[in-house]
T-cell receptor, first 112, second 111 residues
Framework: DGGITQSPKYLFRKEGQNVTLSCEQN?????MYWYRQDPGQGLRLIYY???????QKGDIAEGYSVSREKKESFPLTVTSAQKNPTAFYLC???????????FGDGTRLSIL | EDKVVQSPLSLVVHEGDTVTLNCSYE??????LLWYKQEKKAPTFLFML????IEKKSGRLSSILDKKELFSILNITATQTGDSAVYLC???????????FGTGTRLKVLA
């Protein structure tokens, strides 16, 4: 079955540490996205990528970095510069930039 | 600035009730409006609307878009406890791959 796989499901970060969240899709979608969801909030866009080797900042990119070396993969690194990283992180993909997005099951990140 | 506002923020109803969720927006170059249901983890797609006045329907759920008044509604009839979730509205605009999400409406259906 085609879909999006995010790992790990839960992640703990120590102060000053960078952590990387994995997102893999086998839907053959060109576009991939990272969102942050805080309690009681909607989805806020961190980064998105329309095509391999290209990505753009979203609304809250500070303290995060991404890469898009393969069509299937769009990992997100939460750097030590992100002072409030505790949140639920969702990865999504879409065939085109107006079609329905498919979402992974998310990674919940907490600070130790 | 492009904006999506959902109302109400939360709603508690009893099984069998009908609910109407609202999504109003201000965007330039509208392309599509999408509704999602989020229970615990991944949002799941419900409807995509691109044309005004055409109702999309799936079982007890239906949605319609009014491009003149800049809003969409999601109706759920004969609600069930399984309808309890956060319902998200998102918009896309021409010329960008960004999706703009509202804050969602949290629906709780009591048995």
């Amino acid at each position: 079955d085609g879909g999006i796989t995010q790992s790990p499901k839960y992640l703990f970060r120590k102060e000053g540490q960078n952590v990387t969240l994995s997102c893999e899709q086998n839907l053959n979608h060109d576009a991939m996205y990272w969102y942050r969801q805080d309690p009681g909030q909607g989805l806020r866009l961190i980064y998105y990528s329309q095509i391999v080797n290209d990505f753009q900042k979203g609304d809250i990119a500070e303290g995060y970095s991404v890469s898009r070396e393969k069509k299937e993969s769009f990992p997100l690194t939460v750097t030590s510069a992100q002072k409030n990283p505790t949140a639920f992180y969702l990865c999504a993909s879409s065939r085109e930039g107006f079609q329905p997005q498919h979402f992974g099951d998310g990674t919940r990140l907490s600070i130790l | 600035e492009d904006k999506v506002v959902q109302s109400p923020l939360s709603l508690v109803v009893h099984e069998g009730d009908t609910v109407t969720l609202n999504c109003s927006y201000e965007v330039t170059n509208f392309r599509s409006l999408l509704w999602y249901k989020q229970e615990k983890k991944a949002p799941t797609f419900l409807f995509m609307l691109t044309s005004s006045g055409i109702e999309k329907k799936s079982g007890r759920l239906s949605s319609i878009l009014d491009k003149k008044e800049l809003f969409s509604i999601l109706n759920i009839t004969a609600t069930q406890t399984g309808d309890s979730a956060v319902y998200l509205c998102a918009l896309t605009t021409s010329g960008t791959y960004k999706y703009i999400f509202g804050t969602g409406t949290r629906l709780k259906v009591l048995a």
